[in-house]
């Protein structure tokens, strides 16, 4: 979907640039954003494979079973019921540490991972559990502690102090996290399987 939703941009715009005689403007802008996108991959790589790597020597230094053993008993009010030692635990802790880091990239397949052991204790795959859709807002709206790509763009764009963000940045993550928690956890006491997709489910387990 996305793929063609860019191609509809890139088509629209060479329609545009002919319709109005600036063709030639637009491809240069074409082939500018380009190389423009190149550098500023290459930039954020950097980061990336800094904290990226950071991380993984922090999981195979043991550092994720110290992290799990301090914060066991948020893990129990935000997953209640889910092992603080697990597989899912483990790879949702990986996952807030690089969020907390401003690494989204980086959180993604510990992300993925969350939720693959995640849906293994899954009594109905077709639906999410209540331990998924706390995970998926959580991974939403991450609290950062430190916003590495934030700060790297704004370095690469010529900002003298690239860290002055972060009261802004640790105040709206938080505060987010917080609403869609709750809104999370409230929705989830108000709403109730409707009777026929309970009989639906109970045929497909039969």
Same mark, same amino acid.
């Given at each position: 979907? @996305? ?11 060479? $329609?545009? !640039? ?31 494979? *800094?904290?990226? !790597? @950071? ?5 195979? !230094? ?11 008993? *948020? ?36 992300? +993925? ?7 293994? #204790?899954?009594?109905?795959? #077709?639906? $999410?559990? &209540?331990?998924?859709?706390?995970? %998926? ?7 950062? +502690? ?6 790297? *763009?704004? @370095?690469?764009?010529?900002? $003298?102090?690239? +860290? #002055?963000?972060?009261?802004? %940045? ?14 999370? &956890? ?11 997709? *309970?009989?639906? &489910? ?5």
């Amino acid at each position: 979907m @996305l793929n063609g939703l860019w191609a509809a941009l890139m088509l629209l715009a060479l $329609a545009a !640039g002919a319709v109005n005689g600036r063709l030639p403007e637009v491809t240069a802008a074409l082939l500018q954003g380009g190389g423009a996108a190149i550098t500023l991959a290459l930039t954020l790589g950097g980061a990336m494979c *800094l904290w990226g !790597g @950071l991380l993984r020597v922090a999981e195979k !230094g043991g550092l994720t079973q110290m992290i799990s053993r301090l914060l066991a008993p *948020l893990m129990r009010l935000l997953f209640p019921g889910l092992s603080p030692t697990g597989p899912a635990c483990r790879a949702i802790l990986m996952n807030m540490a690089a969020n907390f880091l401003g690494l989204g990239n980086a959180a993604t397949p510990f992300g +993925l991972k969350a939720m693959e052991e995640l849906q293994k #204790d899954n009594p109905h795959p #077709d639906s $999410a559990t &209540r331990h998924m859709v706390t995970f %998926v807002v959580l991974n939403t709206a991450s609290i950062q +502690l430190l916003p590495t790509t934030v700060a790297t *763009l704004r @370095l690469q764009y010529g900002s $003298a102090q690239p +860290l #002055d963000i972060l009261p802004a %940045v640790w105040m709206s993550s938080l505060l987010t996290a917080c609403i869609g928690l709750t809104a999370a &956890r409230v929705y989830a006491s108000l709403w109730r399987p409707r009777p026929y997709l *309970l009989h639906r &489910r109970k045929r497909a387990e039969g």
